[in-house]
């Protein structure tokens, strides 16, 4: 059977038709878009179900002069059947003829089991395309907003730093009892310093997550240098779940 017109696979009509194509076979002296609206308001076609459109955009030179946006339309089989019916001439009857015994094959093959795998594993190996393409669309998104989001991290934790001691009283447990609740909870840990003092750190896992900053800092009055334990507004959050979403409040 010789191809009048293409016939082509479609995912939303199953088998499709290009309008436009169907109206130049068909030698119509209208325009086409005249035509296929004509056409399609006097004969009732429903949009999605019987045809769908989808903007052709057309190129022209180097400097973008001639850039054309064309409004083409697919059709079912069913719909480039009765329009070349309307149409009512020779070349109209011809590929109306041709339509149904392109249609009455396709249905033979429906009854053919290896053809149906064929088209299953067809359908998804489609499918597994598309989402292989989401997937590195997702991906190569990923690698551009993360630096974003880490300088952003950066920012606020570098910025609206609070002592353990302002903490604890914001929260409402004080002081003393938010380095015994950290310290019972092996957040933070005593290093013990030149002078025999225990100096409060945070562990490595926490200020790897950002949560906290030991910052060494010198004396003012002596020039002795010590460090000390900041929270970020993120650590700030985390101590705020432990203590009061968590339910252990108690333990303070």
């Known amino acids: 059977m010789n191809e009048m017109v293409k016939i082509s696979d479609d995912e939303y009509l199953e088998k499709s038709v290009d309008a436009r194509e169907l109206w130049q076979y068909l030698e119509s002296k209208r325009e086409f878009s005249t035509w296929i609206k004509d056409r399609i308001e006097k004969y009732g076609f429903i949009l999605n179900h019987d045809y769908y459109r989808f903007d052709n955009f057309v190129k022209g030179d180097e400097k973008g ?110 002081r003393n009892n938010i380095f015994k609740f950290l310290k019972e909870r092996g957040i933070i840990f005593y290093d013990m310093g030149s002078d025999g003092k225990g100096i409060p750190c945070a562990k490595q896992e926490y200020l790897n997550r950002k949560l906290f900053v030991n910052k060494a800092l010198m004396t003012k009055k002596d020039n002795i240098a010590y460090t000390k334990i900041f929270v970020t507004p993120k650590g700030e959050s985390f101590i705020y779940d432990l203590i009061y979403q968590q339910g252990e409040i108690n333990a303070c």
């Open 65 to 174: 002069y001639g850039n054309i946006k064309k409004t083409e339309y697919k059709i079912n089989l069913s719909m480039a059947k009765e329009l070349a019916l309307i149409e009512n001439n020779i070349k109209g009857r011809m590929i109306r003829k041709y339509f149904i015994e392109v249609e009455e094959k396709f249905q033979e093959l429906l009854k053919d089991p290896e053809y149906l795998l064929s088209i299953a594993l067809q359908k998804s190996n489609e499918i597994i395309k598309r989402y292989q393409k989401k997937v590195e669309e997702y991906t190569e998104n990923l690698r551009i907003v993360k630096p974003k989001a880490d300088k952003f991290d950066d920012y606020m934790n570098a910025s609206g730093l609070k002592s353990l001691g302002v903490v604890g009283r914001e929260l409402g447990i004080g």
